[in-house]
């Protein structure tokens, strides 16, 4: 996959598409996902922490900064997600603080960064980057765009 666009007309499907988008996935993967307030980045998480099995409830950890979950392969391995949101952060040194570096280079989990802007400059050269857009003439309407720039 180099570049997909998809399209959401509602929470349910932005969860489905997360849910097909992971299938793609694999260890040591990041997501770099960025958008608007409100634009459903918490949403394809859960999309993506449903197709691992994730029995936590999927939250945004946007006071907590990171959450982590276990999840099952399809393959029935135990699997560890790192849910990442940096909307709250304003420095690099907060970054080094919550053990950014140290989150998102495991090699031993899929990393799902929301508000990725804000540590672009840290993010590994090969990762997954989804922006999804609300359409403003339709409020419940979403664009995602997914690209891969490197190969992962």
């Known amino acids: ?4 666009i ?14 097909q988008f992971a299938t793609e996935l694999r260890l040591g993967d990041v997501v770099a996902i960025r958008g608007e307030l409100g634009a459903g980045k918490t949403e394809f998480v ?3 922490c449903d197709y691992f099995a994730v029995s936590d409830l999927v939250t945004s950890p946007t006071f907590t900064i990171i959450n982590q979950y276990t999840g099952i392969t399809p393959d029935g391995d135990s699997i560890k997600i790192y849910h990442l949101d940096l909307y709250r952060i304003e420095t690099p040194d907060q970054l080094n603080e919550v053990g950014f570096d140290d989150c998102v280079f495991a090699h031993d989990a899929i990393k799902l960064v929301e508000w990725s ?10 990762h997954w980057d989804v922006l999804i857009t609300t359409d403003p003439l339709d409020e419940e309407s979403r664009t995602i765009n997914i690209h891969r720039p490197k190969t992962v």
Not at 6 to 19: D, F, H, P, V, W
């Open 1 to 4: 996959m180099e570049e997909q």
């Open 6 to 19: 998809l399209r959401s007309n509602s929470e349910a499907q932005t969860i489905m598409l997360g849910e």
């Open 46 to 48: 859960k999309g993506v």
């Open 117 to 126: 802007e804000k540590a672009h400059h840290l993010l590994p050269e090969s």
